[in-house]
């Protein structure tokens, strides 16, 4: 049983940047893929970003050109970093794991972003 564990939010300012990351008690590279999600007030959870065991990664379109997802060498640590955040960016992010069948996902870490 994979554990996820996602840290880096907090507060932020519109325009401003923050990295957050999701460590991962096995090896990222005994998923399929890892991803980003987010959850917004008042809405349904929503895809941001994933990053397969090989090829490319790919982005909603909402945080493509802002959005960066990434692992370190290690295959420990999924990161992603957020720039020109904005207040529509305000949300608890999640990490998301996925082998097989089977999706491992944190508990989440609030992001706000507000002056």
């Known amino acids: 049983q994979e554990q996820l564990a996602e840290s880096g939010g907090g507060l932020v300012q519109p325009g401003g940047s923050l990295r957050l990351s999701c460590a991962v008690s096995?090896?990222?590279?005994?998923?399929?893929?890892m991803a980003w999600y987010r959850q917004r007030p008042g809405k349904q959870r929503e895809w941001l970003a994933t990053?397969?065991?090989?090829?490319?990664?790919y982005y909603a379109d909402s945080v493509k050109g802002r959005f960066t997802i990434s692992r370190d060498t290690a295959g420990t640590t999924l990161y992603l970093q957020m720039n020109s955040l904005n207040t529509d960016d305000t949300a608890i992010y999640y990490c998301?794991?996925?082998?097989?069948?089977?999706?491992?996902w944190g508990q989440g870490t609030q992001v706000t972003v507000s002056s």
């Open positions: 998301n794991g996925k082998r097989s069948d089977t999706e491992y």
């Open positions: 990053k397969p065991l090989t090829g490319s990664s």
């Open positions: 096995g090896s990222i590279f005994s998923m399929n893929a």
